[in-house]
């Protein structure tokens, strides 16, 4: 997978952790009332999970440590299992999976000569019958050759298979997941079907793009194709073999999703070192429903039930910059879909873990959840003052809320449920 470089640059600041602590704390109030449990890298680069209202996190890992064995990237499925990985820093890799998210993981996957890079859970549950069945996918730096390789793992028995490799390397689950969306050295769009083991080539040009797009509900495919006069990147939906247009001839790099309904698409660009407006479009006609006014967007992640998105977009107002003021991290702002309005918080810095997702953040918004199920809070890190690293969640349902410190950590992620 390929940074997103000049947005990295825009948003990296300062992330270098200069503190480490072994003391996970977490932040008690009865008052919230929040679903969910947030799964998180602690200071000490162990994986912790926390409901919201608890007082006390409890400790999935034990023997982390940040100079020798950092686990990262805890991932959700959508029903409660949660993967994650080791070793950063190392060459090899250890998969675990744990069962409910509340107990240690077990082992299913170990590669030597190789270093993990992402993972997604297929959104249907596997089903063990006579044909072959995966349900975690997980992208692979192969330290040997300098590719990247898919593997699918089967989370009950443990049987893996690889499906390809490539430089960059993009997927994406279909919703019964038996099938995945590749995109594959910037020059290949194929159909992986699970069953049978093979790759069917989309005859289509890719334009510009990063990551590609499964529906999350029915079989239509959201990438990019070079448009007509070869310069630029046109946004297209494929159903049926048949291609519909949803924006054209959009400029530089053109990011996007679903959202979870299906009903709509979020797009954006990087042109020129410039990120552009945020757009939502119907995902039938391509008819902007909603858009930001001012704020530039370098991510953006969509609400369970897709009624709002958040993005994140520079932690200076428009209009405010001058010469003598410094950069003052990025902020979250939220975009209401239904009535078309958007609306801000304040500025933070993000830490090292939190500018990977955002740099890569149209694949990470397909299988890494920032918002609690009920759509009403999301959960980010931020590097504060002293060189530590806080974990907040944020009321998203007022305009004027502040963060709430819910314990130590790099990174959180929320459970589907």
Not at 143 to 148: A, D, E, P, R, S
Not at 154 to 182: E, V
Not at 278 to 306: C, H, K, M, R
Not at 345 to 350: C, D, E, I
């Amino acid at each position: 997978m390929r940074l997103w470089v000049s947005i990295s640059r825009a948003i990296l600041l300062s992330t270098v952790i200069l503190v480490f602590s072994i003391t996970i704390k977490s932040q008690s109030n009865s008052l919230i009332d929040v679903p969910g449990q947030v799964a998180f890298i602690g200071l000490d680069y162990n994986i912790y999970s926390l409901q919201v209202q608890d007082s006390e996190a409890v400790a999935l890992t034990t023997d982390g440590s940040p100079l020798r064995r950092r686990y990262e990237w805890p991932t959700w499925s959508h029903s409660g299992q949660l993967a994650y990985f080791c070793c950063n820093g190392q060459a090899s890799i250890d998969v675990f999976i744990s069962d409910d998210g509340s107990t240690q993981g077990e082992s299913v996957y170990t590669g030597q000569g190789e270093a993990f890079t992402y993972a997604s859970w297929s959104p249907s549950v596997c089903s063990t019958g006579d044909e072959p069945c995966y349900d975690l996918g997980v992208l692979i730096s192969n330290l040997v050759n300098g590719q990247f390789d898919v593997r699918l793992l089967n989370a009950d028995n443990a049987s893996t298979t690889l499906i390809g490799s490539g430089a960059p390397f993009y997927f994406s689950w279909s919703p019964d997941g038996q099938r995945l969306l590749t995109y594959r050295n910037e020059t290949s769009l194929d159909i992986y079907q699970v069953a049978e083991g093979n790759l069917s080539p989309i005859e289509l040009q890719p334009g510009t793009f990063p990551a590609p797009a499964w529906s999350p509900v029915d079989d239509r495919l959201l990438v990019g194709t070079v448009s007509a006069d070869g310069q630029s990147t046109d946004l297209v939906v494929i159903s049926d073999g048949e291609t519909q247009t949803l924006a054209e001839n959009l400029n530089g790099q053109v990011v996007f999703n679903w959202s979870p309904d299906g009903n709509y698409v979020a797009y954006s660009t990087l042109f020129q070192n410039q990120v552009d407006l945020l757009y939502v479009v119907d995902a039938i006609s391509g008819e902007v429903v909603a858009q930001t006014n001012f704020d530039s967007t370098f991510a953006f992640f969509w609400s369970p039930d897709s009624s709002k998105l958040a993005y994140l977009t520079s932690g200076v107002p428009q209009g405010s910059f001058s010469a003598k003021q410094q950069a003052s991290g990025i902020a979250w702002g939220i975009l209401d879909v239904t009535t078309d309005t958007t609306w801000r918080y304040g500025s933070f810095l993000p830490t090292r873990e939190m500018v990977y997702m955002i740099s890569f953040f149209n694949q990470f918004a397909q299988s890494h959840q920032i918002w609690s199920p009920d759509s009403s809070h999301i959960v980010f890190a931020e590097q504060i003052s002293n060189g530590q690293a806080s974990l907040n969640i944020l009321d998203v349902t007022r305009v004027n809320s502040l963060p709430l410190f819910i314990g130590e950590g790099y990174i959180g992620i929320w459970s589907y449920e």
